[in-house]
């Protein structure tokens, strides 16, 4: 039976295996919303307060569940309200379908009411953007998104449908989904990394992206510890490797331990196993991208393993580069034979590594490092940690260990006002597992109206807002480059009662003996809960 576009695309939704839409009611998607929430059920919708939180929600649930995250806005007020989110997504390496209402395609070019090109706004931001005019089409469209979103560097895409083609009819058969690419290496290249790997005294093993099973991190833990390799991860991947593991010695990318900036540079073989080699991964000294690594041509050998041809000798040209998804990678490198013995150099980057993420101090009457001490102490290993954009997430990076894979969100991308949001789509997605949501004052407030939405989706989470009045990252930048800081001072609301006006459980932390028994009552708090955590400006980000 001819069925109206709305219909077969919520069909092929559903069909698709996406559980959770994230948006904000508009023009230009009322059919769909109807479609899937009275006719078409198997996708729980979800409705916010802000496009852009919403589409850090979908981020946030993709990235918990392991699966494509769905976003679904209006018209051009709230589809350009996704960007930033969109920008998440492409540097996470996160598959993120975002659909957008769009205005009649008879009234193309006439400045109809929020209409926008949007063909142009997104093609920087997304690894496909494509218009549906025909909604016999949807199932082959939507296949292909999804296709193009899960594969190769994951990633989001863009499906922009006119109001007509929600409208019009069709019959056209509901697709199921197709499997994602996933190249495997090939056994030369195998052998050449089995080769590089016995002429190597000092090798690090790097993992990093999107698009990891639990089995291909497993096999990655096979191998690290068959060849007896000390392991990092980039930027906020911590969660790919447990990091109580004796093999395990760091993080690349901002807050670098300065022992780790001297161990890369020892090493004769790095291989980096599904990371993106930009400017964020490659943070050396004084904050300089691109200085940890000589480009384009280190001064180690280099083996680069990833999953999409264009991240290959992008930057730096690698010894051997390798097209390979990292399951098929790491599932391979896994039964390669013992390498030889690098007991001490193993144990002295571990030892460098529990010096710096147990030591230094933290000024004030509130003990930061106190504090993220006694968080990991009160959850479980699964719990998830989500964190914005800000030096305040320093904290929680050098003292907050992670041990299992999907419990570390953060944005690559300086995205502040993710943390909340993110924490929203983590809570739908593992609804058993302990969500906590830490954020600086600024960094909360560019999203602190999606707390409607946390408590009228009845989740149960925790917020952490940590309070220095000020953007922090921001200031201590200006006074190592001007001696003075310009713009960054905030008058903020009184967190507390902000928080319970929303129905939100909240209390004020001002002193490390007050943290633990507040936590475990927000804990206990069968809701949203908040903990306003007081720090003077001296406690901004960790010492050195």
Avoid at 262 to 271: C, E, F, I, Y
Avoid at 389 to 400: H, I, M, N, V
Wanted: glycine share 10%; with cysteine; aromatic share 6%.
């Amino acid at each position: 039976m001819a069925r109206t576009g709305a219909d077969i695309l919520a069909q092929s939704l559903v069909a698709a295996g996406l559980t959770h839409g994230f948006h904000v009611p508009g023009e230009g998607i009322l059919d769909l919303l109807d479609a899937l929430e009275h006719r078409h059920r198997g996708i729980t919708l979800v409705h916010g307060r802000h496009e852009a939180g919403m589409a850090f929600a979908a981020i946030g649930h993709a990235r918990a569940s392991g699966g494509v995250g769905l976003c679904i806005v209006g018209r051009a007020p709230g589809a350009l309200n996704t960007c930033l989110a969109l920008h998440t997504a492409w540097t996470d390496a996160v598959p993120l379908l975002l659909i957008i209402g769009q205005a009649a395609a008879a009234f193309a070019g006439r400045e109809a009411f929020l209409d926008t090109a949007f063909h142009q706004v997104f093609a920087p931001l997304a690894k496909l953007v494509v218009q549906i005019d025909d909604p016999a089409r949807i199932p082959e469209m939507l296949s292909r998104a999804l296709h193009v979103a899960r594969s190769g560097q994951p990633g989001p895409v863009v499906l922009i449908v006119p109001e007509e083609t929600f409208r019009a009819t069709a019959d056209p058969a509901i697709l199921s989904p197709a499997p994602p690419i996933a190249p495997a290496p090939g056994a030369g290249d195998i052998a050449a990394i089995g080769q590089a790997l016995a002429a190597a005294e000092r090798p690090l093993l790097v993992l990093g992206g999107g698009g990891w099973s639990d089995a291909g991190l497993a096999a990655a833990r096979r191998f690290a510890e068959v060849q007896g390799m000390p392991v990092l991860v980039s930027y906020r991947r911590r969660d790919l490797f447990d990091n109580s593991h004796p093999n395990f010695i760091g993080e690349l990318g901002i807050g670098l331990d300065p022992s780790l900036t001297a161990r890369v540079g020892q090493a004769d073989l790095l291989l980096v196993l599904n990371m993106r080699l930009g400017e964020l991964n490659t943070i050396g000294e004084g904050f300089h991208g691109f200085s940890l690594l000589a480009a384009p041509r280190p001064a180690m050998r280099l083996i680069h393993i990833h999953g999409d041809a264009a991240e290959l000798n992008r930057v730096y040209q690698a010894d051997h580069a390798v097209l390979a998804a990292p399951e098929q990678a790491a599932l391979a490198l896994a039964v390669l034979p013992p390498g030889r013995d690098r007991a001490a150099w193993r144990e002295a980057g571990r030892a460098a590594y529990l010096a710096h993420h147990t030591g230094g101090a933290c000024p004030g009457p509130l003990d930061l490092t106190a504090v993220f001490g006694e968080l990991r102490a009160a959850l479980p290993a699964d719990a998830i940690l989500t964190v914005g954009a800000g030096a305040y997430a320093l904290w929680a990076q050098r003292y907050f260990p992670f041990h299992r894979p999907r419990t570390q969100l953060g944005p690559k991308s300086g995205a502040m006002g993710y943390g909340l949001p993110a924490a929203i789509g983590a809570a739908l997605a593992c609804p058993i597992r302990p969500v906590v949501a830490l954020a600086g004052d600024g960094c909360f407030m560019m999203t602190a109206e999606e707390l409607a939405t946390a408590v009228h989706h009845r989740l149960r989470l925790v917020v952490l807002v940590l309070d220095n009045a000020s953007y922090g990252a921001i200031r201590l930048g200006q006074e190592r480059a001007f001696g003075r800081p310009t713009g960054v001072a905030l008058t903020n609301p009184d967190f507390v009662a902000f928080a319970r006006s929303f129905g939100a459980m909240a209390e004020r932390v001002a002193e490390t003996a007050a943290f633990a028994p507040a936590l475990a009552r927000a804990l206990g708090h069968d809701g949203v809960s908040l903990l306003h955590l007081v720090v003077p400006p001296e406690a901004t980000r960790p010492p050195r």
